[in-house]
């Protein structure tokens, strides 16, 4: 997995409505319609993060969510962010948080 550098992640973030970050790492936070919800949230992208080997960091707040995306072992934002950005966002919205 390649680092996509400032100019890759800013190109990616382009095409992912609700995240920012920069080359280090991207993030984004949803807020589910209560918090048994965002558990649920927050169990699905655990299952999406195990099928893909890659996990990301979140912060549970009431129901608040913040995921933060990174390649550790490359010390940046890879393709494999990108990937599960996409996961989360279709997680988040199928369970009618935004
Ligand atoms: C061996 C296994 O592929 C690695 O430990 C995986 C697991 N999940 C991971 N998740 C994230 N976000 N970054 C990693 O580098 C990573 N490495």
Redesign the pocket.
Known sequence: MTLLGDDGVRAALAELPGWSGDASAITRGVKAPDFPTGIRIVDDVAEAAEAA????DIDIRWRSLTFT??????GGVTQKDVDLAGRIDEIAARHGAR
């Open positions: 080997d890659h996990h990301p995306l990174a390649t550790h072992s490359e």
